[in-house]
Nanobody
Framework: EVQLVESGGGLVQAGGSLRLSCALS????????VGWFRQAPGKAREGISC????????FYSDSVKGRFTMSIDRVKNTAYLQMTGLKPEDTAVYYC?????????????????????WGEGTLVTVSS
């Protein structure tokens, strides 16, 4: 069974850090691009980052570039999102998703359209 399970969300003060995890089961990073997304109340889903399944490169949205870092651990079959310099506007439910042979720039700029599998999300709340 294919699953993505996010964890690591919580409440943090502005300027703080959190690390989210996305555990994959039923498939691996081979042939699947994996990305992070978020959705704030009343707003559309936003693409944050995506790692390519072909060359391992990562594309970030402008809103998080320089503050968030995505990484993957192929042994643990887990993706991570290290978030630093958090702001109240980063408050959202964060999701990870996987899509077979997707271009990271398209994944991020379209908010994850066409991704094949989604996790259920983890809530991040940043207080001011």
């Amino acid at each position: 069974e294919v699953q993505l399970v996010e964890s690591g969300g919580g409440l943090v003060q502005a300027g703080g850090s959190l690390r989210l995890s996305c555990a994959l089961s039923g498939f691996t990073f081979n042939n699947y691009a994996v990305g992070w997304f978020r959705q704030a109340p009343g707003k559309a889903r936003e693409g944050i980052s995506c790692v390519s399944d072909s060359d391992g490169s990562t594309f970030y949205s402008d809103s998080v570039k320089g503050r968030f870092t995505m990484s993957i651990d192929r042994v643990k079959n887990t993706a991570y999102l290290q978030m630093t310099g958090l702001k109240p506007e980063d408050t959202a439910v964060y999701y990870c998703a996987a899509g077979k042979r997707r271009w990271p720039i398209v994944v991020v700029t379209t908010g994850g359209q066409g991704m094949d599998y989604w996790g259920e999300g983890t809530l991040v709340t940043v207080s001011s």
